[in-house]
């Protein structure tokens, strides 16, 4: 499997997921809804995968977002293990 | 690339199959489950001037990439193998009933979750509203070039494209007809989102 | 295919490979007994017990699934298969025992069809049939537990040719791709027929020719190939240096091999002797009928050069395809030079 990092922000309902993906679709920012990892938590849930370039052009916006962001965190891939650790913004 | 299915197969038929399908196709990629068959294969990819990688899934899952061109070296390292398994049917953009923009989320959901399985579907049939991810804007289509790029077939229903006025807009994988559709659901175990 | 057929699962190119199984064998205790004259620690496939003075006991067994889907003519190869080895030590049948193994659920009348090729070579071979035992397995399996004799001094050891030899050897190469060709329907009726007149014919008349000379070593020519069963005779001790032009091959093998029908066992055998084996010319074809596993193949005898025009004369006018082959040479480089 292919190395992968990237940038995952979590949240606390999927109402704030679904407003989230709407708000940075508005601002163009290159993300992608996805099913939360089993990594973060065993529960259903959304989150945002953010390419690791995407991560200087979304942190501003974060200030005038409109949903509630919950947790970040910074996911890596490798030997086809998924480590989650957290990320404080 | 061609794709060829050579699990359970004895030399030489992994080979003969190669070679045939090299007769039609630039590039090919080969499953074979003993490493002797990668050997093989190898040894005759070499014998034609032809360059070739080997990729190893497991101990009794080997992928051989045959065939010119930088597109073998760029996919080998996948882990992810289409099998003969089970098909995926995909008939609307979105995912259960109820709410259509939880649907449509849950549905994008599946279908990236769907690309990162280990073992993948031979196949992912869209029909109806489904043809809207294989075609041009769908947000999906990195997740279905992924899985293509695996060895899964994209296969969209014609009649739906032409009716919501998408033929010419199709993104990703063939244009399929019912019989195809029929026959594939009638062969495999089915999974739906 | 019928349902008279059998499946066709590769003969001795079912084999285990040889790295694999020396690893295991080195493993096991080996028995210091006086009386054992030649046991697996020689690399050879027959045990060989001193019983007198002037008599020892040769003891062998082989058998494998079948490489063609007729089950007559699969009873006839593996029995022809498992005699050979007692020939090759140089010995006489004296009596086999049938090992079989058969699917529950399968017609009993195929099973009778191996048996009768069987016996009708064990007859030829003038030994006798004293029975056997029989399983139930998934897949059809059949050959022989051989009993026969040799006079304890003139045992053809595999592995004791000498610095300067000539190698002979009988039959020609190829059956392995010819007949795994064949079971895919990517070679001809024609090859495959003299193929399997090769697979069934004894090493007898080849081993009775062979002790009116000297023999310095002797194997017979199965799963490990050509280049397998040599490299064995050379021991680590001698080099080897073969003319591939004199090598005689079977019609339909070298285009088969060209064509790549190339079988697992050849390149298990391929991968046992990496770094051993050197062509100074550009054949993989060639090469491959070179690592080729034979099921029933011929002999092959290191002799002194001094003889080696009447052995040839004798073994022709007996009606037995020979050929000389090569040399053994002092230790080189590689173990085995081939030629073109």
Same mark, same amino acid.
């Given at each position: 499997?292919?190395?992968?990092?990237?940038?995952?922000?979590?949240?606390?309902?999927?109402?704030?997921?679904?407003?989230?993906?709407?708000?940075?679709?508005?601002?163009?920012?290159?993300?992608?809804?996805?099913?939360?990892?089993?990594?973060?938590?065993?529960?259903?849930?959304?989150?945002?995968?953010?390419?690791?370039?995407?991560?200087?052009?979304?942190?501003?916006?974060?200030?005038?977002?409109?949903?509630?962001?919950?947790?970040?965190?910074?996911?890596?891939?490798?030997?086809?293990?998924?480590?989650?650790?957290?990320?404080?913004? | 690339?061609?794709?060829?299915?050579?699990?359970?197969?004895?030399?030489?038929?992994?080979?003969?199959?190669?070679?045939?399908?090299?007769?039609?196709?630039?590039?090919?990629?080969?499953?074979?489950?003993?490493?002797?068959?990668?050997?093989?294969?190898?040894?005759?990819?070499?014998?034609?001037?032809?360059?070739?990688?080997?990729?190893?899934?497991?101990?009794?899952?080997?992928?051989?990439?045959?065939?010119?061109?930088?597109?073998?070296?760029?996919?080998?390292?996948?882990?992810?193998?289409?099998?003969?398994?089970?098909?995926?049917?995909?008939?609307?953009?979105?995912?259960?009933?109820?709410?259509?923009?939880?649907?449509?989320?849950?549905?994008?959901?599946?279908?990236?979750?769907?690309?990162?399985?280990?073992?993948?579907?031979?196949?992912?049939?869209?029909?109806?509203?489904?043809?809207?991810?294989?075609?041009?804007?769908?947000?999906?289509?990195?997740?279905?070039?992924?899985?293509?790029?695996?060895?899964?077939?994209?296969?969209?229903?014609?009649?739906?494209?032409?009716?919501?006025?998408?033929?010419?807009?199709?993104?990703?994988?063939?244009?399929?007809?019912?019989?195809?559709?029929?026959?594939?659901?009638?062969?495999?175990?089915?999974?739906?989102? | 295919?019928?349902?008279?057929?059998?499946?066709?699962?590769?003969?001795?190119?079912?084999?285990?490979?040889?790295?694999?199984?020396?690893?295991?064998?080195?493993?096991?205790?080996?028995?210091?007994?006086?009386?054992?004259?030649?046991?697996?620690?020689?690399?050879?496939?027959?045990?060989?017990?001193?019983?007198?003075?002037?008599?020892?006991?040769?003891?062998?067994?082989?058998?494998?699934?079948?490489?063609?889907?007729?089950?007559?003519?699969?009873?006839?190869?593996?029995?022809?298969?498992?005699?050979?080895?007692?020939?090759?030590?140089?010995?006489?049948?004296?009596?086999?025992?049938?090992?079989?193994?058969?699917?529950?659920?399968?017609?009993?009348?195929?099973?009778?069809?191996?048996?009768?090729? $069987? @016996?009708?070579?064990? +007859?030829?071979?003038?030994? &006798?049939? /004293? #029975? =056997?035992?029989?399983?139930?397995?998934?897949? !059809?399996?059949?050959?022989?537990?051989?009993?026969?004799?040799?006079?304890?001094?003139?045992?053809?050891?595999?592995?004791?040719?000498?610095?300067?030899?000539?190698?002979?050897?009988?039959?020609?190469?190829?059956?392995?791709?010819?007949?795994?060709?064949?079971?895919?329907?990517?070679?001809?009726?024609?090859?495959?027929?003299?193929?399997?007149?090769?697979?069934?014919?004894?090493?007898?008349?080849?081993?009775?020719?062979?002790?009116?000379?000297?023999?310095?070593?002797?194997?017979?020519?199965?799963?490990?190939?050509?280049?397998?069963?040599?490299?064995?005779?050379?021991?680590?001790?001698?080099?080897?240096?073969?003319?591939?032009?004199?090598?005689?091959?079977?019609? $339909? @093998?070298?285009?088969? +091999?060209?064509?790549?029908? &190339?079988? /697992? #066992? =050849?390149?298990?055998?391929?991968?046992?002797? !990496?770094?051993?084996?050197?062509?100074?010319?550009?054949?993989?074809?060639?090469?491959?009928?070179?690592?080729?596993?034979?099921?029933?193949?011929?002999?092959?005898?290191?002799?002194?050069?001094?003889?080696?025009?009447?052995?040839?004369?004798?073994?022709?006018?007996?009606?037995?395809?020979?050929?000389?082959?090569?040399?053994?040479?002092?230790?080189?480089?590689?173990?085995?030079?081939?030629?073109?």
């Amino acid at each position: 499997m292919i190395n992968e990092s990237y940038y995952l922000i979590a949240f606390a309902s999927t109402h704030a997921a679904l407003r989230a993906e709407a708000f940075f679709k508005a601002h163009r920012i290159t993300m992608k809804l996805i099913p939360l990892p089993a990594v973060i938590s065993a529960g259903c849930g959304f989150a945002i995968k953010l390419a690791i370039g995407e991560v200087q052009a979304a942190l501003p916006l974060l200030k005038h977002a409109t949903f509630e962001a919950a947790q970040f965190y910074q996911i890596k891939k490798e030997k086809g293990e998924t480590i989650a650790d957290s990320w404080v913004i | 690339m061609f794709k060829i299915d050579a699990m359970g197969d004895v030399c030489p038929l992994p080979v003969i199959k190669a070679r045939k399908a090299l007769k039609e196709h630039a590039q090919i990629f080969i499953t074979v489950d003993n490493e002797i068959s990668t050997q093989n294969l190898s040894k005759m990819a070499t014998q034609l001037g032809l360059p070739v990688e080997v990729g190893k899934e497991s101990a009794t899952s080997y992928r051989v990439y045959i065939g010119a061109g930088d597109k073998a070296v760029e996919v080998a390292p996948s882990a992810r193998v289409a099998t003969d398994d089970y098909v995926v049917v995909i008939n609307a953009q979105t995912m259960g009933v109820g709410d259509d923009q939880l649907g449509y989320a849950l549905l994008k959901g599946f279908t990236y979750s769907l690309a990162e399985q280990d073992t993948l579907p031979s196949h992912v049939l869209l029909y109806n509203g489904g043809v809207h991810l294989s075609v041009e804007g769908s947000e999906v289509l990195d997740d279905l070039n992924a899985l293509v790029t695996a060895g899964v077939e994209i296969l969209s229903c014609g009649a739906c494209l032409d009716f919501y006025g998408l033929t010419e807009k199709l993104a990703v994988g063939e244009v399929t007809n019912m019989y195809r559709i029929v026959e594939l659901m009638s062969q495999h175990h089915v999974v739906r989102p | 295919m019928s349902k008279k057929d059998l499946i066709i699962c590769g003969g001795c190119n079912a084999k285990i490979g040889p790295g694999n199984l020396s690893k295991l064998l080195n493993n096991l205790p080996k028995q210091q007994n006086e009386q054992l004259l030649v046991g697996f620690d020689s690399s050879d496939d027959a045990a060989v017990v001193q019983l007198s003075e002037d008599l020892a006991l040769v003891q062998t067994l082989d058998f494998f699934p079948a490489m063609v889907s007729d089950p007559y003519l699969f009873g006839k190869i593996a029995a022809a298969n498992a005699l050979s080895d007692v020939y090759a030590m140089g010995g006489e049948v004296i009596s086999a025992l049938n090992i079989v193994c058969f699917p529950e659920q399968d017609d009993l009348a195929i099973l009778g069809e191996i048996l009768r090729g $069987g @016996a009708e070579k064990v +007859a030829e071979a003038g030994a &006798i049939l /004293a #029975g =056997g035992h029989s399983i139930h397995d998934a897949q !059809a399996k059949y050959g022989l537990s051989v009993t026969g004799k040799v006079h304890p001094k003139r045992i053809w050891q595999n592995n004791a040719p000498q610095n300067g030899d000539c190698l002979v050897l009988t039959k020609a190469l190829g059956v392995g791709i010819v007949t795994t060709g064949y079971s895919v329907g990517e070679i001809g009726e024609e090859a495959f027929t003299k193929a399997v007149a090769s697979m069934e014919m004894l090493n007898k008349t080849a081993a009775e020719v062979a002790k009116t000379f000297t023999v310095h070593s002797c194997t017979d020519v199965t799963g490990f190939g050509l280049l397998g069963h040599l490299s064995e005779m050379l021991n680590g001790k001698l080099s080897a240096e073969l003319n591939v032009k004199n090598i005689p091959v079977l019609p $339909g @093998a070298y285009d088969g +091999a060209k064509e790549f029908l &190339i079988t /697992a #066992g =050849g390149q298990r055998n391929r991968n046992h002797l !990496a770094g051993k084996v050197t062509f100074t010319f550009d054949d993989f074809a060639f090469e491959e009928l070179m690592f080729d596993p034979q099921t029933s193949g011929g002999l092959l005898f290191s002799v002194p050069e001094a003889e080696l025009e009447a052995f040839l004369a004798d073994l022709e006018k007996n009606a037995v395809t020979a050929s000389f082959i090569g040399r053994i040479t002092g230790k080189q480089a590689f173990e085995i030079i081939v030629n073109d």
